[in-house]
């Protein structure tokens, strides 16, 4: 907690001195009221910044987005330095010996997080007397808030997904849906953990846990050289785009029924669901669609 006051220290002093070296008047009363406007469009009932969550860590509008530039500096920078020492091509091991003890306490970790997400969601579902779908919502009910917000801060372990990426220097795995799903996702759920963290959104983040507490089994049994079957691999990215269509029926069912949830957040997450069903269908196409292109030659010939 220490640290994390050092760093919201640091942006208080450092932030609008930097905004005004690029000619952009900013100080932390403006950075406040473009906060409540934008989350007054995407849920009118918010009237101030005083609700519970705030006071929790990485909930201000500055924070989020310098944790987003790091991130895309670190894929910008730490990529270019990487070819730079080892050359642009591929590692044939993937520095996976030397990474192999930190990929595993990673990849446990992030089962452990998950599986615990999915029993904190489901037990608030549970003392809520939630439905499936059209929940009441509330902005004072800090029950499902703490879940929301937990799964929002998850975002932030999901970026060391990249730092292996770009230290085992697997360039094919850095493509433009790795980067663009880390970085809009993490922000998508700042913007939940602010404004929507009751009710209905209790679905996306078992969903969510669920789909990627398969997905890191699956790479922990991996990084420890364990030979998986290929189609394991696909089956997981079918249900990646399974969880998509899910995720855009609820929305479906939220809007077509006026249910409580904010509107404009399930607006919102409609369009970006939409985008990253068509970057995962265009990626399983090129991926698996080639082999089976292989596949149908070999048999032929």
Not at 78 to 96: A, D, E, N, Q, V
Not at 100 to 121: D, E, G, H, T, W
Not at 151 to 173: A, C, E, G, H, N
């Amino acid at each position: 907690m220490e640290i994390y006051n050092q760093f919201r220290g640091l942006l208080d002093q450092y932030l609008p001195q930097a905004a005004n070296m690029v000619g952009v008047e900013m100080d932390t009363a403006t950075i406040r009221q473009s906060e409540l406007q934008l989350f007054q469009f995407f849920n009118p009932d918010v009237t101030s910044l005083n609700l519970e969550p705030r006071n929790w860590p990485m909930m201000r509008l500055e924070e989020a987005l310098v944790l987003v530039l790091v991130y895309l500096a670190f894929v910008l920078v730490g990529s270019t330095i990487m070819k730079l020492i080892f050359g642009s091509k591929p590692s044939p091991s993937g520095g996976r010996d030397l990474l192999k003890p930190f990929m595993l306490l990673y990849n446990a970790s992030q089962v452990a997080l998950c599986a615990f997400m999915i029993y904190r969601a489901v037990t608030v579902y549970m003392e809520q007397g939630y439905k499936p779908f059209c929940n009441a919502f509330s902005l004072r009910n800090s029950e499902m808030a703490s879940v929301t917000w937990l799964f929002y801060m998850s975002k932030i372990l999901d970026f060391f997904d990249t730092v292996f990426i770009v230290l085992r220097r697997k360039w094919t795995q850095l493509s433009f849906l790795h980067v663009y799903h880390h970085s809009s996702i993490f922000m998508i759920y700042w913007l939940n953990a602010n404004v929507a963290y009751d009710g209905d959104i209790y679905y996306t983040v078992i969903l969510n846990s669920f789909i990627h507490f398969i997905m890191y089994f699956y790479y922990g049994v991996t990084s420890i050289g364990l030979r998986v079957p290929t189609a394991l691999k696909r089956l997981i990215t079918h249900s990646q785009r399974i969880q998509f269509v899910a995720m855009n029926i609820q929305a479906a069912i939220l809007l077509s029924q006026g249910c409580a949830f904010p509107k404009n957040v399930t607006i919102m997450y409609l369009f970006y669901i939409i985008s990253l069903l068509a970057l995962f269908t265009n990626f399983d196409r090129k991926t698996y669609g080639k082999k089976d292109g292989q596949k149908k030659q070999k048999k032929q010939q």
